[in-house]
């Protein structure tokens, strides 16, 4: 085989790969993931107030330019891309600011909720 066939191979393989990633993530972009959180076991009893609103269902949603969480009763916050596949957003519960981290690299998909002055946490994975 030529030096030019090979590269032309491997050009076509490498050009078939792209394809398939940029593909697979055209047709995940825009399918919603929903969450069900729940608190760990370590929480401090302080955390129990949030516990109600968390455990409903939040809805994370990968967008072109990052992704998107809304919360059951309707509250969105945009996501930003902190690495390949893992997006971070703040959210405002009342007057407490909750970091919210959603890993679409790992399998399942997870999100994690944290409230850190209290030191508070929240997860769960994708069904």
């Known amino acids: 085989m030529s030096s030019s066939t090979t590269k032309t191979l491997c050009g076509s393989t490498l050009v ?4 398939t990633v940029l593909l697979s993530q055209a047709m995940a972009q825009g399918a919603p993931i929903e969450f069900r959180v729940t608190a760990t076991d ?3 009893s302080a955390c129990q107030q949030f516990d109600a609103a968390l ?8 967008t072109a330019d990052g992704a998107t ?3 059951a009763g ?7 891309l902190a690495s390949p596949g893992v ?5 405002s519960l ?7 981290t959603a890993n679409t ?3 399942p998909k997870s999100l994690d909720v944290r409230e850190p002055r209290l030191g508070c946490r929240w997860s769960a994975v994708a069904p």
Do not use: I, Q
């Open 69 to 71: 969480v809304r919360s």
């Open 87 to 91: 997006y971070t957003t703040d959210f």
């Open 16 to 19: 078939a790969s792209l394809a």
């Open 42 to 44: 370590r929480n401090p």
């Open 94 to 100: 009342g007057s407490t600011t909750l970091n919210v």
């Open 105 to 107: 690299t790992t399998s």
């Open 74 to 80: 309707g509250v969105s916050s945009n996501m930003k």
């Open 55 to 62: 455990s409903r269902v939040h809805t994370f949603t990968p």
